[in-house]
């Protein structure tokens, strides 16, 4: 089940009929709305004015989120805050990435307890080359 939508103009006239004085249970009933939600959107009139309020579904165009008038200069520092955190993860994964890189480059070397220098010497033969009788 989708959940309901409702215009600006709806939201709008609830909060003038909410603010004028008339019950919110009663005009939640009337309306078919949540109680909270016209107190919601009562706060949100209250916060951004009527031209304000209500943009439209999620955010506005060009991903900013709505800010409270006064507010633009703390919104814009947190917002380039976000984008100098975002690329500090980026280039410290950027600088691991190069480092496995740079390592799986690198040639290996042999070592270990395992590892001789001598020179092998199959089973049955002696240093000269011969083999025992």
């Known amino acids: 089940m989708s959940r309901r939508r409702f215009t600006k103009e709806f939201k709008l006239a609830a909060v003038r ?7 919110g249970s009663a005009l939640a009933r009337e309306l078919e709305v949540k109680r909270e939600k016209l107190y919601d959107w009562l706060a949100q009139v209250e916060r951004y004015g ?3 309020a209500f943009p439209g579904p999620g955010r506005r165009p060009g991903g ?3 800010v409270e008038p006064g507010r633009e200069a703390q919104a814009r520092l947190a917002e380039l805050e976000r984008k100098v955190g975002r690329q500090a993860m980026e280039i ?3 600088s691991a990435a190069l480092r496995h890189v740079e ?3 690198r040639p290996s070397i042999v070592s270990g307890t395992g590892a001789s220098l001598t020179k092998y010497e199959p089973q049955g033969s ?7 009788k």
């Not at 009929?17 to 019950?23: F, H, N, V, Y």
């Not at 002696?126 to 025992?132: L, N």
């Open 17 to 23: 009929r909410l603010a004028a004085g008339e019950s």
């Open 50 to 52: 009527v031209e304000g």
């Open 64 to 66: 900013s989120a709505r």
């Open 92 to 94: 410290d994964f950027l």
């Open 103 to 105: 390592d799986l480059r």
């Open 126 to 132: 002696t240093a000269t080359g011969s083999k025992a």
